[in-house]
């Protein structure tokens, strides 16, 4: 089983090319990166987790352009987003980063997708809270259109559309895997189903529950069963845990690094290097 990680990289820790070529030395798999591009103060929506929202949230590094540091300084380490905002971007814009990024990667990159949780920072991008997993999947449509080998045309709900168009460079190895992050259920599995190739469930509680269900679902797609990834994400690890995974046929696991500096988050890597 492939250890990766995740960290909230800002302007306060660990440098992405610091932090990349220690990743590499050390093994690890992957690199993943959240993505928040700013936190309203004026904020009615609570914190997931619990209590104060951490200070990192609001700090965050744009994820491509850590990413792309990360890519310069490596030749190995996978890299990813855990997870981007879809529905917060414009979604041509958006596939030209992703692009760029496979493409100068060698094929490298994980698009993880997240439909959000803070209403009020998808308001100030103009999101409808309301239907913004299907403008995500929507948008999804059109960046693999722009994707696809040859010049595509994509019209979707929501306003969502492309002329058939050149659009270089194209991802290493055509559309980048992309894992949807988000609660077990069974929207949330139907939309894997149809247009992801799995699932990065956050903390990776109940899976030996909702692995399952999502298979079946995954198979009464049509999908190959053999095809489906599924990936925890923001893992706290321990031996038990770790082992509970690869039984349950999970090929990767990506586990939590603290938001700190550099010496710090070089210590816990020191300590998940047991894992590898």
């Not at 596939?95 to 060698?106: C, E, R, Y």
């Not at 999101?127 to 995500?136: I, K, N």
């Not at 799995?198 to 509680?205: A, Q």
């Not at 046929?249 to 210590?267: F, M, S």
Request: hydrophobic fraction near 40%; charge should be negative; aromatic fraction near 8%.
């Amino acid at each position: 089983m492939r250890i990766s990680t995740t960290i909230f990289l800002t302007d306060e820790t660990i440098t992405p090319v610091r932090l990349a070529r220690e990743l590499e030395r050390r093994g690890f798999a992957g690199l993943y990166l959240p993505e928040h591009t700013h936190i309203p103060v004026e904020r009615t929506t609570p914190y997931p987790a619990g209590g104060e929202l951490p200070p990192e949230y609001g700090r965050t590094l744009d994820p491509f352009v850590a990413l792309g540091q990360a890519a310069a300084v490596t030749e190995r380490l996978a890299l990813g987003t855990g997870v981007t905002l879809v529905a917060q971007h414009d979604p041509i814009d958006l596939a030209k980063g992703i692009a760029t990024l496979d493409h100068l990667s060698g094929g490298r990159f994980t698009l993880g997708v997240g439909f959000g949780w803070n209403r009020e920072e998808a308001a100030d991008h103009g999101v409808e809270w309301a239907t913004r997993r299907e403008l995500t999947e929507e948008r999804m449509r059109l960046m693999r259109a722009l994707w696809a080998p040859e010049p595509t045309a994509y019209e979707g709900g929501f306003g969502v559309s492309v002329r058939a168009s050149y659009a270089y460079p194209k991802p290493a190895g055509g559309a980048p895997r992309t894992l949807l992050g988000g609660a077990a259920g069974p929207k949330l599995f139907a939309q894997i189903a149809a247009y992801a190739d799995g699932w990065m469930p956050i903390g990776g509680r109940g899976l030996s529950e909702s692995v399952p269900l999502l298979r079946e679902t995954w198979e009464k797609a049509g999908r190959d069963p053999r095809a489906l990834q599924v990936v925890p994400y923001a893992v706290r690890p321990n031996p038990g845990k770790l082992a509970h995974y690869e039984e349950l046929g999970c090929e990767e696991v990506v586990l939590q690094l603290p938001p700190g500096e550099e010496a710090e988050v070089l210590g816990v890597l020191d300590d998940f290097a047991r894992y590898l």
